[in-house]
């Protein structure tokens, strides 16, 4: 198994400021991914992260208000931009284990973000 | 996504008792299954998985069942104990332009009362 970190825990941000979101984990992984849950919902995917280019968008979410980075292959970052209430949200990176059973995600303990 | 006719949002049992919740996924090519606990305040936890030529699977006392004819995912809890007590999320794998993508059903609560 692995440890997945992620940086912070939870914030509290005024409206219009950017809060940056770390994922770090102890071991190699093959593919990280972006998740948000919006209060009493279920997880949607934001973005795949891919080491050393863009990463992958899903509908709905755009590099603007979401840019992604992973400058190697354990660690990554999600910065929300100009943030609403609306996007207060818990935000989860999530890993797929080099060696491990292909395509099993594993997800960090989420960040959980209020937007005043 | 999950079937209105076949979702449950809440289930409650008696410890002691087997907990069965079921998931409706939609798309046929979809060949990667799992199951997610997630407790309050944490993320969500791997459970068990199932791949589409497989119809059951059994962990330490969870089995998943897999019905590919209807489309039907469930997920049984034998025993239930008041530390299962949390939000059960079924997820399917569905091949995208990133590669492949989980797409979560929209979750059920268990509640195991002693």
């Known amino acids: 198994s692995a440890v997945i970190s992620q940086k912070p825990s939870r914030d509290i941000c005024q409206r219009g400021t950017s809060l940056t979101i770390q994922c770090q984990v102890d071991?190699?992984?093959?593919?990280m991914f972006w998740y948000r849950q919006q209060p009493g919902q279920s997880l949607t995917l934001i973005a795949t992260a891919n080491q050393g280019s863009e990463a992958t968008y899903e509908s709905g979410f755009v590099i603007d208000k979401f840019p992604i980075s992973r400058p190697n292959l354990t660690f990554s970052t999600l910065t929300v931009s100009n943030m609403s209430p609306e996007d207060s949200s818990i935000y989860l990176c999530?890993?797929?284990?080099?060696?491990?059973?292909?395509?099993?995600?594993?997800f960090g303990p989420g960040t959980r973000l209020t937007v005043l | 996504g999950e079937s209105v006719g076949l979702h449950l949002p809440t289930l409650s049992v008696q410890e002691g008792d087997n907990s069965i919740i079921n998931c409706a996924y939609s798309n046929s090519a979809s060949d990667y299954f799992i199951w997610y606990k997630q407790e309050s305040g944490k993320g969500p936890q791997f459970i068990i998985d199932?791949?589409?030529?497989?119809d059951k699977r059994q962990g330490q006392r969870v089995t998943v069942l897999l019905n590919k004819t209807v489309k039907h995912l469930s997920l049984q809890i034998a025993a239930t104990q008041p530390g299962d007590s949390a939000v059960y999320f079924c997820?399917?794998?569905?091949?995208?332009?990133?590669?492949?993508?989980?797409?979560f059903g929209k979750g059920t609560t268990l509640s195991v009362s002693s």
């Open positions: 071991s190699q992984v093959t593919m």
């Open positions: 997820a399917e794998n569905r091949p995208n332009q990133a590669g492949t993508a989980l797409i």
């Open positions: 199932i791949r589409s030529n497989m």
């Open positions: 999530s890993v797929v284990l080099a060696g491990g059973r292909a395509d099993t995600q594993y």
